[in-house]
């Protein structure tokens, strides 16, 4: 089929075939639209036919009724062309019959025709006297004189009426063959053997001026069509044929316009865009050369007036020593004045190398960097003082930072270690209450809610205490050879029941040999509590959830996996921020900071901690570097 794309033969015979299909279609339609309207749907070939001899024979059967009522026997025995038979319309008496079972292509009944005859009057030249009214039946003969639309008409109707539902789907066959073969071309149009897109010379032309004429040629067309006076034959030709030149028209045009849009030459190749785009063009460098001199007046002003006076200056040397004959002394000066303009250029030059150093300098995080303005224009030296004021914003910013993290590490933990003592207080107390066993179930009921909240807010001072050491660096860590494995075994074995009141399944996954990392124990069982316990808190009850433990490119790859009951509509960087939770509706108990101190226990370790959410997914992955070079043969696989 690609082949096919680039065939010459192929597309040539695609566009034949396009236009055969598409004057099949066009003829079904109008086969159609006739049909309907000679109401072929509704009546039988018999009552079409019936109809239209009716109207063929109305003259016949009105020769018929004068004559009898002139009592012209011979006359109506002298219709070669018709048999007929004439009845009494009143009693259905057969006055005349001249049909006896001939063969005949036609007939039709007219019923109660008024019968007349003339009479001569003294008074008048003649009176009409009624003579009653008759059915005549007519009978056309094989030698009938059918007129040449008459003849056409009953032939197209022996032709067309087996056809009137099944001209249907043929026309709806035709108008899906027209279609695939347009898909063809379009899809054909322009393309060559390797792939690429060749514009012709019809593909060159304007697009807004081809459409322009495309517009003249139809309404040329139109205004032919509308003065064709000739006989119906020569219309009927001379109408095909500006049919068939507008078709292969209208399918230039448009495969020229696709040539165009997969060229990408559709917008670019347009008269109206070429000149809007010099119009924008002269308008940016004009802009552009105000905005030029607007910015740099006053450095413009001066080197104009030292141009002008130079220029001055060396005219009026010139004149003098050519006038003096003095054409050494010409020289000299044209010489020096070469010179100081050199001298002038590479003092420019030097000047701004050093603001090019500066600011990379700048750029490349050295705030303590300073740009020295000695010996420089005094615009130059604004601009360079400017960079240095930013140099010192910078580092202003950067000391205001870390005072402030400072002062917000302290104030976490002077408040909590406040908050602490009466919180001790409150909790001691509660448990002597409990000691007390109280009688009241409402006063047992308050102790239980005392005491869980009490429990809730000393573990919030805790972790908000620990984030904030964590954060800061401060946290002491030793760092010591720790299994891995063995480490995740136990967190996974502490939760047991957490997790069974979850509803959770865990799949715990570890490979048969030890998985030795350096890490701190207190601090990486911490890592691995928060993130069990979140599996607990958030999991989708009755679902399992995935702890496994691998080794990848030398590192110690522990990864957490669980269906998230609530919707996770945040990213996983946003979720290890700090009070920042999945559970947007806070149903549940947590401060948001256990994922925070996790990564930053992580990290404190030398460790790597990320998190990808993948829909419901909710996935935690911790790695280490190992400090063995192990192979990993096989891995155990438990349902705890």
């Known amino acids: 089929m690609k082949r096919l794309t680039y065939s010459l033969a192929a597309k040539t015979a695609a566009v034949i075939l396009s236009f055969v299909f598409a004057v099949l279609t066009a003829g079904c339609v109008f086969a159609g639209a006739f049909m309907y309207s000679e109401r072929f749907y509704t009546k039988s070939p018999e009552q079409i036919e019936e109809e239209k001899y009716a109207g063929i024979l109305c003259k016949t059967a009105a020769q018929i009724s004068e004559c009898y009522g002139e009592k012209n026997t011979e006359e109506l025995r002298n219709l070669s062309t018709s048999y007929f038979t004439v009845q009494d319309g009143e009693t259905g008496e057969t006055l005349i019959n001249t049909y006896e079972n001939q063969k005949y292509i036609g007939k039709a009944v007219f019923k109660n025709m008024s019968v007349h005859r003339t009479v001569e009057s003294p008074s008048e030249v003649y009176v009409e006297e009624y003579m009653g009214d008759v059915d005549i039946t007519v009978y056309a003969a094989e030698n009938y004189p059918l007129s040449y639309s008459n003849l056409l008409y009953l032939k197209l109707t022996d032709f067309l009426y087996p056809l009137r539902y099944s001209i249907i789907f043929i026309g709806l066959l035709f108008l899906l063959l027209f279609v695939l073969t347009m898909v063809f071309i379009y899809a054909a149009a322009g393309r060559q053997a390797d792939g690429s897109i060749k514009l012709s010379f019809f593909d060159k032309i304007p697009f807004d001026l081809l459409t322009a004429c495309i517009i003249v040629i139809g ?162 030296r604004e601009f360079c003082g400017s960079l240095n004021n930013i140099s ?35 909790i001691n107390y509660v448990d002597l209450i409990k000691k007390e066993q109280p009688e009241d179930e ?167 901690m990320k998190i990808d959410i993948d829909g419901d997914l909710f996935k935690a992955t911790l790695k280490f570097d190992l400090i063995n070079d192990l192979e990993v043969s096989g891995t155990a696989q438990y349902n705890v």
């Open 219 to 380: 309404m040329l067309n139109i205004a032919i069509a509308e003065n064709l006076y000739a006989g119906a034959e020569f219309q009927l030709i001379a109408l095909s044929a500006m049919f068939s030149f507008d078709y292969f028209i209208a399918l230039l045009y448009t495969v020229s316009f696709a040539v165009r849009i997969k060229a990408g030459t559709f917008v670019k190749n347009n008269v109206i865009y070429r000149l809007l785009r010099i119009l924008l063009r002269s308008l940016k460098k004009i802009l552009g050369f105000l905005g030029f001199v607007f910015k740099n007046l006053s450095l413009v002003k001066k080197i104009a007036l030292i141009c002008v006076a130079v220029l001055i200056f060396d005219f009026f040397v010139a004149a003098v020593c050519l006038s003096a004959g003095a054409i050494a002394l010409l020289a000299f000066l044209a010489g020096l004045n070469a010179v100081a303009i050199t001298v002038l250029i590479i003092f420019t030059a030097v000047q701004l190398q050093r603001i090019k150093n500066g600011g990379e300098k700048i750029a490349e995080g050295d705030i303590d960097y300073k740009i020295d303005t000695s010996y420089m224009f005094p615009e130059f």
């Open 442 to 608: 409402k006063t047992k009921e308050y102790v239980a809610v005392l005491d869980r909240q009490s429990s809730r807010l000393k573990k919030l001072i805790e972790d908000l205490v620990e984030a904030s050491k964590a954060s800061s660096g401060s946290l002491k860590v030793e760092l010591s050879e720790c299994d891995a494995g063995v480490l995740l075994s136990q967190t996974v074995g502490e939760f047991d029941e957490r997790l069974k009141k979850a509803e959770l399944t865990p799949v715990l996954t570890v490979p048969d040999t030890s998985v030795k990392i350096m890490a701190d124990g207190r601090h990486l069982w911490r890592v691995l509590e928060n993130l069990t316990g979140n599996v607990c808190k958030y999991s989708l009850p009755g679902t399992r959830v995935y702890m496994d433990l691998t080794v990848r490119d030398k590192k110690a790859v522990i990864t957490f996996k669980n269906i998230s009951k609530y919707p996770l509509n945040i990213s996983g960087d946003e979720l290890m921020e700090r009070f920042v939770r999945g559970d947007t509706s806070r149903n549940t108990e947590g401060s948001g900071l256990g994922l925070s101190i996790a990564r930053s226990l992580t990290e404190l370790q030398g460790g790597d």
């Open 392 to 426: 010192a914003g910078m580092q202003n910013a950067v000391d205001e930072k870390m005072k402030s993290e400072r002062m917000r590490t302290e104030l976490i933990t002077n408040v909590s270690h406040d908050i602490k003592t009466p919180l001790t207080s409150i």
